[in-house]
Nanobody
Framework: QVQLVESGGGSVQAGGSLRLSCTASRYFACMAWFRQAPGKEREGVAR????????YYADSVKDRFTISEGSHVNTMYLKMNSLKPEETAMYYCAANLGWCPSPLTAPRFAYWGQGAQVTVSS
């Protein structure tokens, strides 16, 4: 089975930082992060096309979040700085074998992790 597993979630005060990790059971050319708050639609946060290293960020997180590849080829990270209370959500790792879609919408990704809770307190 193809598996994606997130780690690194937790609670942090506003203005703090967290780093999420996603470890996949195989290499994916396109990997992304989404988040979903209660009562809200799942929204794209960032993605990376690993073949060329190109990245995309939602406007709301640009300049604060960084998506990157880990030393292990099946691992990627999302470094989140200056976190805001409204960014409290379940954060999901998503992946595709080759298609790296724009816009960044959940139905366009075939593989998903179970999510990691991020809580930002004020």
């Amino acid at each position: 089975q193809v598996q994606l597993v997130e780690s690194g979630g937790g609670s942090v005060q506003a203005g703090g930082s967290l780093r999420l990790s996603c470890t996949a059971s195989r290499y994916f050319a396109c990997m992304a992060w989404f988040r979903q708050a209660p009562g809200k639609e799942r929204e794209g946060v960032a993605r990376i096309r690993r073949s060329v290293g190109s990245t995309y960020y939602a406007d709301s997180v640009k300049d604060r979040f960084t998506i990157s590849e880990g030393s292990h080829v099946n691992t990627m990270y999302l470094k989140m700085n200056s976190l805001k209370p409204e960014e409290t959500a379940m954060y999901y790792c998503a992946a595709n074998l080759g298609w790296c879609p724009s816009p960044l919408t959940a139905p366009r990704f075939a593989y998903w992790g179970q999510g990691a809770q991020v809580t930002v307190s004020s």
